[in-house]
C-alpha cells in the first residue's frame, strides 16, 4: 500500500502513533545517554518527578499522579527498583507498597530537571511547527476515548466483531473494557 501525498489514514493510527512515541522517547533516551545516564528511561521520568515533588507514595497514587494505569506504573517501578532508583517497602497491608527515591535518584534530580527544562523548550517548539499543539490534541483524543472507548466504537460500526456489545451510553475504562 502506497500512502497518499496526505500520509496513512486512520485505519494505520496505532502504528503511526507508535512510531511517533518510538522517535519522541528514542531521541530523549539518547540524550539520556549522552548526559551518562545509560539505562535511565523516558518513562522513569515522571516518576522520578512525582517522587521528588511528593515524596514516597503508593503505586496507586504514583500511577494517578503519572496518569498511567496501576499495572504499567507498577511495571515501571519494578524496572526502576532493578535499576536502584527507587526503593519498595510494604505498606500498611500485604497489597500495598511504599515507594521513595533511593540516595541514587536524588543525586539525578538536578540533571534531569535540567533535562526536562530543555525537553519542555524542545517539545514547545516543535509544536510550533505543528497546525495544532499535539499536547492538546492527545489531552482531546483521551477525553474522547474515556466518554467512549475505542471497544464501543468499534461495535457501533460492526457489532457482529464485538463479543457482548457494549450497551449504548455505558460507561469505559481506560483499557477499553466496560463495567
Do not use: C, K, N, W
Not at 486512520?10 to 530523549?28: A, M
Not at 549522552?34 to 522513569?44: I, K, V, Y
Amino acid at each position: 500500500m502506497t500512502p497518499s501525498r496526505s500520509g496513512p489514514g486512520p485505519e494505520l493510527l496505532g502504528t503511526r502513533l507508535r512510531q511517533l512515541l518510538d522517535l519522541l522517547d528514542g531521541d530523549v533516551a539518547a540524550v539520556y545517554a549522552d548526559l551518562g545516564l545509560t539505562g535511565f528511561r523516558p518513562r522513569f521520568t515522571p516518576v522520578v518527578r512525582a517522587l521528588a515533588a511528593s515524596g514516597p507514595a503508593t503505586i496507586r497514587e504514583l500511577a494517578r499522579a503519572v496518569g498511567v494505569t496501576h499495572s504499567a506504573a507498577s511495571q515501571t517501578v519494578a524496572q526502576m527498583v532493578t535499576a536502584g532508583l527507587v526503593a519498595s517497602t510494604p505498606g500498611r497491608d500485604a497489597r500495598q507498597r511504599i515507594v521513595r527515591l533511593t540516595p541514587r535518584a536524588e543525586s539525578l534530580l538536578p540533571t534531569l530537571d535540567a533535562e526536562a527544562a530543555a525537553t519542555t523548550a524542545a517539545a514547545t517548539e516543535f509544536e510550533a511547527e505543528l497546525s495544532f499543539p499535539l499536547s492538546r490534541l492527545v489531552e482531546e483524543a483521551l477525553d474522547a476515548l474515556h466518554r467512549r472507548p475505542m471497544r464501543q466504537r468499534i461495535a457501533a460500526v460492526a457489532p457482529d466483531l464485538v463479543a457482548d456489545p457494549p450497551a449504548p451510553g455505558a460507561a469505559g475504562t481506560t483499557d477499553g473494557t466496560v463495567r
